[in-house]
């Protein structure tokens, strides 16, 4: 099987950078993927990381390193509205299914 | 439509009875995934078609669980003989392709209340 371990909650201030992180134990593993998901709302995807190393989309980046099957979500500059759950998730087998961890609830304060 | 949507929004059944919620992804996309989330936990795979095929239903956990997708667009999950367990929030996503990596795309959610 495979699990997925994130803090659960992480609080940071108005502007500042968070890293959110993410160790996961599977088998066949292909990839990992960020989801944010507001209070209420439906997930949204943020990034895919199939290879080592850090992918950068705006004020968020995330990392994955394969041999320590670990990965990280690094944002920056944070607003009032990254407060949200945000989960890794990753790919395993054949076609897209995605595992998700249990989340990490983020509080961003002035 | 512009995203995927999910009817209907909330549903209250009685333990035992058949329940019936439906999916109309993205115009074009291939692929259509079920998941289904309790409160304070993530969203857990059920099944995911390509096309009008169920590519891996693994994750449906029993046979009361069925779903359907007959034209390859609209995906109806159904759940015989419900239990106060099966109460969560069923998501339905979908994906161009179904490539590992696409983007998921995910509706708002059907809320499930089984008395």
Redesign the interface.
Known sequence: GQSLEQPSEVTAVEGAIVQINCTYQTSGF??L?WYQQHDG?????LS?N?LDGLEETGRFSSFLSRSDSYGYLLLQELQMKDSASY?C?V?T???????????TQLKVEL | GAGVSQTPSNKVTEKGKYVELRCDPISGHTALYWYRQSLGQGPEFLIYFQGTGAADDSGLPNDRFFAVRPEGSVSTLKIQRTERGDSAVYLCASSLIGGRGDEQFFGPGTRLTVL
């Open positions: 292909y990839g993927s709302g439906a997930p949204t995807f895919y199939a989960f998730a790919i087998g054949g076609g897209n299914k995605l595992t998700f961890g249990t989340g």
